[in-house]
T-cell receptor, first 117, second 110 residues
């Protein structure tokens, strides 16, 4: 069964450093997302991406964040200058072409645990 | 008011019990509704979508009341493997953004 993959599974970095979190969405999917979950808190939407551009972003997704789909398979989240409060689990998700009717499942990757020291 | 609100629990029930979770959402324009399951330190996984007519999948029944902006999940004949956090999730926008509740923790004990 196809699945979303993410690397690395755990990233430790120093405050102020840049990190790139990588995701490989399911191959025929067209919609891509990043979410984060701070330990003990709810899952929060960061950004959605379609047709090579951001379609929606949350207040969390400030100028320190960027996303890119550099080739036909990878989808990356970059944090330019990490802060302590960026420590969280980051989940990538993808979904297939939007249907006109009915619900459309988002498939989540296993996540990257980011620890900022 | 929180966008999606759930009782965090935990709900501690014996095997075989029936347990119900409730959820309310604030945006009346919400389009789609889901229950996801999350095991400790793992990714959310879709349990079931929720339709206005109500829907059932084996031991799981989901209900939606748009007028009250209320969603429910009923689990019958609880198994030990049902122990997890159950996330109420709403999709409001055309971009597919999912809004998660904080989750309700279920512990099923032998």
């Amino acid at each position: 069964e196809p699945e979303v993959t993410q690397t690395p599974s755990h990233q430790v970095t120093q405050m102020g450093q840049e990190v790139i979190l990588r995701c490989v969405p399911i191959s025929n999917h067209l919609y891509f997302y990043w979410y984060r979950q701070i330990l003990g808190q709810k899952v929060e939407f960061l950004v959605s991406f379609y047709n090579n551009e951001i379609s929606e972003k949350s207040e969390i997704f400030d100028d320190q964040f960027s996303v890119e789909r550099p080739d036909g398979s990878n989808f990356t989240l970059k944090i330019r200058s990490t802060k302590l409060e960026d420590s969280a689990m980051y989940f990538c998700a993808s979904s297939p072409a939007e249907k006109r009717e009915g619900n459309n499942e988002q498939f989540f990757g296993p996540g990257t645990r980011l620890t900022v020291l | 008011r929180k966008e999606v609100e759930q009782d965090p629990g935990p709900f501690n029930v014996p095997e075989g019990a029936t347990v119900a979770f409730n959820c309310t959402y604030s945006n009346s324009a919400s389009q789609s509704f889901f229950w996801y399951r999350q095991d400790c330190r793992k990714e959310p996984k879709l349990l079931m979508s929720v339709y206005s007519s109500g829907n059932e999948d084996g031991r799981f029944t989901a209900q939606l009341n748009r007028a009250s902006q209320y969603i429910s999940l009923l689990i019958r004949d609880s198994k030990l493997s049902d122990s997890a956090t159950y996330l109420c999730v709403v999709r409001s926008s055309n971009t597919g953004k999912l809004i998660f509740g904080q989750g309700t923790t279920l512990q099923v004990k032998p």
